[in-house]
């Protein structure tokens, strides 16, 4: 019983939990060849590579209709099943126009599957139009049996260009 709390230090080592506020992914572009290996990436992702705030990389998403344009990326499910996640990230919009879908439009998404079933947990405060950067953040209580969850950005239903930055996934 001595070695008690190492074994179970060494335990949390293997199985790779996050402590509370630890950031389990963090993503700012300025590596656009490390980004394209990454990154899953639609048709209209492209990771420019001064297109970001003061001249730094970012990801663009663009669409002159209404497919989605999505770029992707797994987290880890070993370090989120059962915490709350919250992703903060800068968003930049250029002549995006406004869909009928209040839904749609330029997206910052926690996909989470359970059960063979698909749950998709926006950001807050969708912008149409142009606009600068600023920061969103969208929230999920990941499931303890998830089987994936997701981070997809990009824009859907709606033509027009979007900017992604600064990227941080944390865990509480
Ligand atoms: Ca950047």
């Known amino acids: 019983m001595k070695n008690g709390f190492s074994g179970l230090f060494a335990a949390l080592l293997?199985?790779?939990?996050?402590?509370?506020?630890?950031?389990?992914?963090?993503?700012?572009f300025n590596d656009p060849a490390a980004a394209t290996k990454l990154w899953g990436k639609m048709s209209g992702i492209t990771f420019l590579e001064n297109g970001g705030p003061d001249g730094s990389g970012c990801l663009k998403a663009f669409s002159d209709n209404?497919?989605?344009?999505?770029?992707?990326?797994?987290?880890?499910?070993?370090?989120?099943?059962?915490?709350?996640?919250t992703v903060t990230v800068l968003i930049k919009g250029e002549n995006?126009?406004?869909?009928?879908?209040?839904?749609?439009?330029?997206?910052?998404?926690?996909?989470?599957?359970?059960d063979g079933k698909g749950t998709w947990h926006e950001h807050s405060g969708r912008l149409f139009g142009t606009h600068?950067?600023?920061?969103?953040?969208?929230?999920?209580?990941?499931p303890q049996d998830a089987t994936k969850v997701e981070l997809q950005f990009g824009i859907q239903g709606a033509p027009g260009t979007v900017y992604f930055d600064n990227i941080k996934a944390v865990v509480e």
């Open 132 to 142: 600068d950067w600023k920061q969103f953040q969208v929230v999920a209580d990941i």
């Open 14 to 28: 293997l199985c790779g939990a996050a402590g509370a506020g630890e950031i389990v992914l963090e993503e700012n």
């Open 66 to 85: 209404r497919t989605p344009v999505l770029a992707t990326r797994l987290l880890d499910l070993e370090k989120v099943r059962g915490r709350k996640v």
């Open 96 to 114: 995006v126009q406004k869909p009928p879908e209040s839904y749609l439009g330029p997206k910052a998404m926690i996909y989470v599957m359970k």
